[in-house]
Every structure is written in C-alpha cells, then in structure tokens.
Nanobody, 114 residues
C-alpha cells in the first residue's frame, strides 16, 4: 500500500489547514486511516483515526478543532485543522492499517507561528 499525503505548510495561530492522504495499491477492506504527528524531540502521537464505517477518535488536544473524514470510493482521508496553535507544529503522518499490515505516509510539515 502506498500513501501520498498533501497539504500542510505555514500558518498563523488561529488559522486553518487541510491535510489529505490517498491510499493506493493492495488495499484490504476493512481498513483504518489515521493521522499521527511528531514534534521535534517528542514521540509520534495519534491525532485522529477513522474506521471504514466512519467511527472516529481524536487526541484530547485536538478535539473540537480537528475533523477527520474519509472517502471510501477514493480511499482518501482528510484532516481539517482549525484554531491552530503553535503547539500543533509537527510533521504529520497518515497511516493505513488493516488486519494484515500497517503502512505510513511520508509525512508533511505543519508549522504554526505565534
């Protein structure tokens, strides 16, 4: 499975960004899609996850500000990020997981300036 992420960039605090990720290849349904992030000097952490059926879970730090969604016809996942804070600055990674394997995308930088 290949994951191609897009979006990210530099935004001022309080602003918004949208990340997208497309999965292709040997996809086995059902599968989860998720976004993780890793800030410098910190461990990678789960930001949001969405199942094939649309169930979601979020990190407490982003609840109410981020929204994860997916298009099962295109095998894509998006992350709408609003009210961004400097502490949201990190490399964001999309993840695909099914009963067999887990794959990671290449990561995209999100930088929030104060």
């Amino acid at each position: 499975v290949q994951l191609q992420a897009s979006g990210g960039g530099l935004v001022q605090a309080g602003g918004s960004l949208r990340l997208s990720c497309a999965a292709s290849g040997n996809i086995f349904s059902p599968f989860n899609l998720a976004w993780y992030r890793q800030a410098p000097g910190k461990q990678r952490e789960l930001v949001a996850r969405i199942t094939t059926g649309g169930s979601t879970n979020y990190a407490d730090s982003v609840k109410g500000r981020y929204t994860v969604s997916r298009d099962n016809t295109k095998n894509t996942v998006s992350l709408q990020m609003s009210s961004l804070k400097p502490e949201d600055t990190a490399v964001y990674y999309c993840q695909y997981s099914d009963v067999r394997v887990t794959y990671w995308g290449q990561g995209t930088q999100v930088t929030v300036s104060s």
